[in-house]
């Protein structure tokens, strides 16, 4: 997951929800593919952070052992200065670079009365 070179804002911005829905055509269904892709990348960031700890992790760590560790840190400190999740996804949006498909709708059955 590569959040390096994004355009995404890192404070809240105000969207005009009639650009958002240009490509889906539904508003209701733009904020449901946004919120899954933000989850997505939700996801993908906290296995990449998690595993970049672990390399700091100590095997024998007591609460009172802790030190502070300035690699650490600054690992923790780039996550946190990144854009949020909601906005890495509504880049992608604006950028084209979301792919979303939608389920075939299957006609019900007709009803037979006897």
Same mark, same amino acid.
Request: net charge negative; aromatic share 6%.
């Given at each position: ?12 911005? #105000?969207?005009?929800?009639? *650009?958002?829905?240009?490509?889906? $055509? ?8 946004? $919120? *899954? ?12 952070? #998690?595993? *970049?700890?672990?390399?700091?992790? !100590? ?14 840190? &600054? ?8 854009? *949020? ?9 604006? &950028?084209?670079? !979301? ?16």
């Amino acid at each position: 997951m590569s959040t390096k070179h994004s355009n995404a804002a890192l404070t809240t911005i #105000t969207r005009d929800v009639n *650009k958002m829905d240009g490509e889906v $055509g539904n508003v209701y269904e733009t904020v449901s593919i946004l $919120g *899954k892709r933000a989850n997505q990348i939700s996801v993908a960031i906290k296995e990449e952070l #998690t595993a *970049k700890l672990e390399e700091f992790a !100590l095997l024998g760590e007591n609460l009172e052992e802790v030190y502070e560790n300035r690699e650490q840190i &600054e690992v923790s400190k780039h996550y946190e200065r990144m854009p *949020k999740p909601a906005a890495l996804a509504m880049e992608e949006l604006a &950028e084209g670079k !979301l792919y979303f498909r939608r389920p075939e709708v299957i006609a019900p059955a007709p009803v037979l009365k006897p």
